[in-house]
């Protein structure tokens, strides 16, 4: 599995922009990278994936390198609603057999 | 469409017990996923069914053990129950047709082992 870092936590004001970012340097060139987001007591929620192009979908963005070792999920504008914990994780097309691998993650604090 | 449910939603067992854990999937998956969340960190994967066969395992010992029920629904079954299986449980669905790498969660049981 290619090894993801992550900032401990982050912090941002409501209705602003965040960007959080992930290194993966060891993906492979098969591996999609997949955003998760945890709310508090809540189980994680699909947020966002890619493979080598940027990609958006309602909830977020996701701006991915040239050379694939790092990306940065983006949310336009923060709500109170989206302080969570925050997993980068890469995974092959059809990996689901081997589980998502979640690291610690970056855990973000709206400030209102 | 209704999400993926787990029950029960607390539970409290005590050592050397054992213990089952429900979880109903999304409609239309027919893959179930099962995660332990120790405090303070990420889920780690248990293991998977698909076509009621475990699919995939992570490095969790054989007291852990599932099965699949062909309205794929799934139960987590972990025997000889220690103070370090204290642990949010989580299930996941997916589907291996549509959109088969995203998984989608319950809420998770929480379990405490005295």
């Known amino acids: 599995d290619a090894k993801t870092t992550q900032p401990n936590s982050m912090e941002s004001n409501e209705e602003e922009p965040v960007h959080l970012p992930c290194n993966h340097s060891?993906?492979?060139?098969?591996?999609?990278i997949h955003w998760y987001r945890q709310l508090p007591s809540q189980g994680p929620e699909y947020v966002i994936h890619?493979?080598?192009s940027n990609v958006n979908n309602r909830m977020a963005s996701l701006a991915i390198a040239e050379d694939r070792k790092s990306s940065t999920l983006i949310l336009h504008r923060a709500t109170l609603r989206d302080a969570a914990v925050y997993y980068c994780?890469?995974?092959?097309?059809?990996?689901?057999?081997?589980?998502?691998?979640f690291g610690k993650g970056t855990h973000l604090i709206i400030q209102p | 469409e209704t999400g993926v449910t787990q029950s029960p939603t607390h539970l409290i067992k005590t050592r050397g017990q054992q213990v089952t854990l429900r979880c109903s999937s999304q409609?239309?998956?027919?893959?179930v996923s099962w995660y332990q969340q120790a405090l303070g960190q990420g889920p780690q994967f248990i293991f998977q069914?698909?076509?009621?066969?475990?699919?995939g395992r992570g490095n969790f010992p054989p007291r852990f053990s599932g099965l699949q029920f062909p309205n794929y629904s799934s139960e987590l079954n972990v025997n000889a129950l220690e103070l370090d299986d204290s642990a949010l449980y989580l299930c996941?669905?997916?589907?291996?047709?549509?959109?088969?790498?995203?998984?989608?969660f319950g809420p998770g049981t929480r379990l405490t082992v005295l």
């Open positions: 996941a669905s997916s589907s291996t047709t549509l959109d088969r790498d995203t998984q989608y």
């Open positions: 069914y698909y076509r009621e066969e475990e699919n």
């Open positions: 994780i890469p995974m092959y097309s059809g990996g689901g057999a081997d589980g998502l691998t």
């Open positions: 890619g493979l080598t």
């Open positions: 060891t993906i492979s060139g098969t591996d999609y």
């Open positions: 409609s239309g998956h027919n893959t």
